[in-house]
């Protein structure tokens, strides 16, 4: 009798972990690991995966004092990159730096221990510490928001390490920038170069080679500064080769980020001459093409019509 019993329970735990197990994997997409450098790996959705699947890349850095990472993804993608990390080092996770404060680069923030040191701009903590957060972008219905991982019990997963214009964190071999120029995609987007690999994460203020995503009404970005913020991004950097971008399914040359500041500003100018004409916006979307030099990068006209829109706005 007793036996039995036991054995039932057993069954039945065994039920419900195989179930909880399936239907979390069932709505995760498949990750791809991308060795940069020795110490430096580049988590991002596996080729096959389409739409924003895990949600931004993650940048995993292997450290004499324990592993950082830089963004962690849609809420529930945790284990996944705690997984990724156990591939490439025994070392706990000490730091997390977020590029800026969307859902789908710090969901998985609360999936570490809250004795991490998290790092992010302080623009970007006053977003994640707000109540007030939706990101208008609608994922799963719009039910998944911006400051959802930082509220209640997870205030304690508010970043502890803040700064405004640039921070180093470690030393030699170690050494990480972090750099602040301004506002674009957010008010808080920061580029995180690692000094030896010669490696840039550029969050969403370089996301793939196409016209970005610009959250002006929910986290202050601006179409306005987003060009010149690039520009200050290209002449304070130096000594970077390679490129995490913030979505691109493989990292990109840091010439294709030079390239997307002359491929966005071109629009801007086409904006502010088509405006100073007396042109209207549904003009200048419908008459603008992609420059040939930059035949390889995206304009959808959703994406035209709203930089446009908010270029006109003077947003
Ligand atoms: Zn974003």
């Given at each position: 009798m007793k036996r039995s019993i036991y054995?039932?329970?057993?069954?039945?735990?065994?039920?419900?972990?195989t179930m909880v197990t399936f239907e979390a994997r069932q709505d995760r997409a498949s990750l791809t690991v991308h060795e940069i450098a020795d110490n430096l790996y580049m988590l991002a959705n596996a080729p096959s995966v389409e739409g924003m699947g895990g949600g931004g890349n993650t940048a995993i850095f292997v450290t004499d004092g324990g592993v950082t990472l830089v963004d962690t993804k849609?809420?529930?993608?945790?284990?996944?990159?705690?997984?990724?990390?156990?591939?490439?080092?025994?070392?706990?996770?000490?730091?997390i730096i977020n590029t800026h404060t969307h859902w789908d680069h710090s969901g998985s923030n609360p999936e570490f221990p809250d004795s991490v040191n998290f790092v992010a701009h302080e623009n970007t903590r006053g977003h994640m510490a707000s109540q007030d957060c939706d990101d208008g972008a609608g994922f799963q219905g719009g039910s998944i928001k911006n400051c959802e991982s930082f509220t209640g019990a997870n205030v304690t997963y508010l970043p502890k390490t803040t700064f405004s214009d640039t921070l180093t964190l470690f030393s030699g071999a170690d050494q990480i920038d972090l750099y602040y120029f301004g506002r674009g995609h957010t008010d808080g987007d920061i580029f995180v170069v690692f000094r030896a690999a010669r490696v840039m994460?550029?969050?969403?203020?370089?996301?793939?080679?196409?016209?970005?995503?610009l959250d002006v009404p929910n986290s202050n970005g601006s179409a306005v500064e987003f060009g010149e913020t690039l520009k200050r991004a290209i002449s304070g950097i130096s000594n970077?080769?390679?490129?995490?971008?913030?979505?691109?399914?493989?990292?990109?040359?840091?010439?294709?980020?030079?390239?997307?500041?002359?491929?966005?500003?071109?629009?801007?100018?086409?904006?502010?001459?088509?405006?100073?004409?007396?042109?209207?916006?549904?003009?200048?979307?419908?008459?603008?093409?992609?420059?040939?030099?930059?035949?390889?990068?995206?304009?959808p006209e959703d994406r035209v019509r709203a930089t446009v829109q908010y270029l006109f706005d003077g947003q």
């Open positions: 054995l039932a329970g057993l069954t039945a735990l065994g039920l419900i972990a849609i809420k529930g993608y945790g284990q996944d990159i705690l997984a990724a990390v156990r591939e490439l080092t025994d070392k706990p996770v000490t730091t994460h550029s969050g969403d203020m370089f996301a793939r080679r196409g016209l970005p995503f970077v080769d390679t490129v995490i971008p913030g979505h691109n399914p493989i990292p990109l040359p840091w010439n294709d980020f030079v390239k997307y500041e002359g491929f966005y500003n071109d629009l801007v100018m086409k904006a502010q001459q088509g405006k100073a004409a007396g042109r209207s916006v549904d003009d200048v979307v419908s008459s603008y093409r992609v420059p040939s030099e930059y035949s390889n990068y995206a304009a």
